[in-house]
């Protein structure tokens, strides 16, 4: 956990910043002592300072700073959503064990009250009386005692006992009379003297820091008839989040040597936390070096060890300050980056090239933001000791080929370690990468609607069935998931034409969706858009197609683009037949002069693209029936009763997202530029065809039908 003054939306050099700032170690041991745990507290001081931030224009400085952040930081604690499960230490839930009839009883994180690094909450230096009261205020057993409270009383018996405010203060602070603070303080006093709390060493003398010493020795060394010499008779071993906990030297000993044998050639690195001696625990990692294992809390009293507390969560592991990973080589113990070519020794050799090759890597900390974030989102997953991992858009900093690598690079690791994995993205590289590593994968897309939140799910068969069509492989269509409106067109210049009259439309006023909302896509033709199409609507993309008008002419393929869509053919399958039934596709004979119309004047010519596009034209043409409905759009339907059948059947389709191009195809727009898709759009691009009324009119259907998706 970093510092999370870096995530304020404010600057900290601001004088009001700073100055609270100044107030962040205590108000974080304060909401440490109100919740339990200590990411817990800095996400409480987050909130404090954000609240305090926004209503500093209504801080008139009646009170104090302090006082009105304590304010603050109460009411915080107080809105956090209260759990069935109050936090606890293991030994206030369950009898001890013994090696024998030993269940571990995996419980999550938040049943158990968490250890904190004295750093984030005590102060530097003070006057020693005061610094030892707090410290007393932060152990596990009177933090886990205050979980008993109730919240008011809770943080009555904080602010009075604890940070020694006057009563009418509190009073003021919490709204309510002097009187009732008193009496929430008797019954908070009363509830903790029912407990019996046993109190540690103040402060660590000569004889605790030899103590120390031995502990450490002994541990290492794993002499184990050593280490638990050094423990009081009634002495405690627990390890969260198992709820077994053991009693006495002789039961940590059968531990050590039965089940807890692994611990065998760990390395120790001294921490403070809870007020107390503590120590990050690392297990011999068989690729080399240490892995982290737990965080130690160690209790003291009259020259014996009386508790220790071994929190199996490698996550506490940064909020602690202390590395990630531990090389035999290295004091400085940084992680080091690059490649080496001479061969690891052995676990108890020594090899003086590789030892000097390993020092000359150069340090994690000395690369850039986006080599940093990418080994940053690897590390957890190397170093969980849980089987699910949550990441939060893991693609920051990143370009988008180290996003497609990460992706490759988690999918992997999740496969090998039999983890699952549940992250949040905007990334289509990150996503891509994922779906290459060949990981089981699922996609769940969540859409927020005013105040609710909508989640449609992609199974992993699902999805895999889309990722090996190569039309969408190697195309645009994963960035649908990120849009509010996916337009299904027919090729790469459809969509660039489209784009363009979508900014047109946009430039003239009155569209409710902004262009960067609106992702088109293109299909490779009109018999990819149902399969794309049946794919983002499963993840509840809205989506929308715009073929051209002949999409009609095949009603099987009219029909599977509709009902990927969600639409249903019985409803436009009366009206489809009406309206092709007076199209004629028998062409009538070509008449050779219009071929030789069509070429230039001078035989000798080279027969260059714009010539070649205006034969292929009228021999499409010739004949009229389906070739003059791509040419001349909806006026080729005829009149009559097929012409309003056409006319409510399109009308129809719109309704349910498929959007036909009313002029016939693309080029219909102006049948005087260009020629060919690629240099026809190039060249109504300059001339501002995009612009005209046509094209924005069928971008205004076509938005209009997705916001009805």
């Known amino acids: 956990m970093g510092a999370v003054a870096d995530t304020l939306p404010f600057p900290v050099s601001d004088p009001f910043a700073a100055e609270m700032e100044n107030h962040r170690r205590e108000l974080t041991g304060y909401c440490y002592r109100m919740l339990g745990a200590g990411s817990e507290a800095e996400d409480a001081v987050q909130e404090t300072f954000l609240r305090a931030w926004r209503g500093r224009g209504g801080f008139e400085r009646r009170a104090t700073l302090r006082s009105w952040l304590y304010r603050i930081a109460t009411n915080v604690c107080l809105d956090m959503p209260q759990r069935p499960q109050r936090r606890a230490r293991p030994m206030d839930l369950v009898s001890p064990a013994t090696t024998e009839t030993a269940v571990l009883?995996?419980?999550?994180?938040?049943?158990?009250?968490?250890?904190?690094?004295?750093?984030?909450?005590?102060?530097?230096?003070?006057?020693?009386?005061?610094?030892?009261?707090?410290?007393?205020?932060?152990?596990?057993?009177?933090?886990?005692?205050?979980?008993?409270?109730?919240?008011?009383?809770?943080?009555?018996?904080?602010?009075r006992e604890v940070l020694h405010m006057q009563a009418s203060e509190v009073a003021e602070l919490l709204e309510t009379t002097t009187a009732s603070v008193n009496s929430a303080l008797q019954r908070a006093r009363a509830t903790l003297d029912d407990l019996d709390l046993e109190g540690d060493e103040p402060e660590l003398d000569a004889v605790d820091q030899e103590l120390l010493v031995r502990y450490v020795t002994a541990f290492e060394e794993y002499d184990i008839d050593a280490f638990v010499s050094l423990l009081r008779e009634d002495a405690t071993f627990s390890m969260p989040p198992h709820a077994l906990w053991l009693r006495g030297p002789l039961e940590v000993s059968r531990w050590m040597l039965g089940p807890g044998i692994g611990c065998k050639g760990s390395r120790l690195i001294a921490t403070r936390a809870n007020g107390c001696p503590a120590f990050a625990s690392y297990k011999i990692d068989p690729a080399g070096g240490h892995a982290p294992w737990s965080i130690q809390v160690v209790e003291l009293k009259e020259g014996r060890v009386t508790g220790i507390h071994n929190y199996l969560n490698t996550n506490l592991f940064e909020s602690f300050g202390v590395p990630l990973h531990l090389d035999d080589y290295s004091a400085a113990r940084r992680l080091k980056v690059g490649h080496l070519d001479v061969p690891a020794p052995t676990r108890d050799s020594e090899d003086a090239s590789y030892r000097d090759a390993l020092l000359a890597l150069p340090e994690l900390a000395e690369q850039g933001d986006g080599m940093r974030s990418f080994f940053g989102q690897l590390l957890p997953l190397l170093a969980r000791t849980y089987p699910l991992v949550l990441v939060d858009e893991p693609e920051a900093f990143l370009h988008p080929p180290q996003a497609a690598q990460l992706g490759r690079a988690l999918g992997e690791l999740v496969t090998e370690n039999g983890v699952q994995l549940m992250l949040a993205t905007h990334d289509r590289h990150l996503l891509s990468g994922l779906l290459e590593s060949g990981v089981d994968l699922s996609v769940v897309r969540i859409d927020r609607h005013r105040k609710a939140a909508l989640a449609q799910q992609l199974s992993a068969s699902e999805l895999q069935a889309v990722w090996a069509d190569p039309a969408v492989r190697y195309s645009n269509a994963l960035d649908g998931l990120f849009h509010r409106l996916v337009i299904l067109v027919e090729g790469d210049g459809d969509a660039r034409f489209y784009a363009a009259s979508l900014d047109a439309a946009a430039e003239q006023g009155d569209l409710p969706l902004a262009p960067s909302d609106v992702l088109f896509v293109?299909?490779?033709?009109?018999?990819?858009?149902?399969?794309?199409?049946?794919a983002l609507v499963g993840l509840g993309v809205p989506v929308v197609a715009s073929p051209d008008l002949d999409i009609l002419q095949k009603a099987g393929e009219l029909r599977a683009l509709l009902e990927a869509l969600g639409g249903t053919w019985s409803d436009v399958a009366a009206n489809h037949t009406a309206a092709v039934a007076g199209i004629v596709n028998k062409a009538a004979p070509l008449v050779i002069s219009d071929l030789v119309r069509a070429l230039p004047s001078d035989h000798t010519a080279p027969l260059d693209e714009d010539v070649g596009e205006r034969v292929r034209r009228l021999l499409r043409t010739a004949g009229g029936g389906w070739a003059a409905v791509k040419t001349a759009g909806i006026g080729a339907l005829g009149g009559g009763g097929a012409g309003a059948a056409a006319a409510q059947l399109l009308e129809t389709l719109d309704r349910m997202g498929l959007v036909a191009v009313r002029e016939g195809e693309l080029e219909s727009f102006d049948h005087a530029v260009g020629a060919g898709k690629t240099h026809w759009v190039a060249a109504a691009l300059e001339v501002g065809v995009h612009k005209r009324p046509g094209p924005v009119e069928h971008i205004r259907r076509l938005v209009e039908a997705g916001l009805h998706q």
């Open 105 to 159: 009883g995996f419980r999550p994180d938040e049943h158990w009250v968490q250890p904190v690094a004295d750093a984030r909450v005590l102060p530097e230096g003070g006057d020693p009386a005061e610094l030892t009261s707090l410290r007393e205020s932060i152990r596990l057993a009177f933090v886990a005692a205050l979980q008993f409270l109730p919240p008011r009383q809770r943080v009555v018996l904080i602010l």
């Open 522 to 534: 293109p299909c490779n033709g009109k018999g990819g858009m149902a399969k794309l199409a049946r």
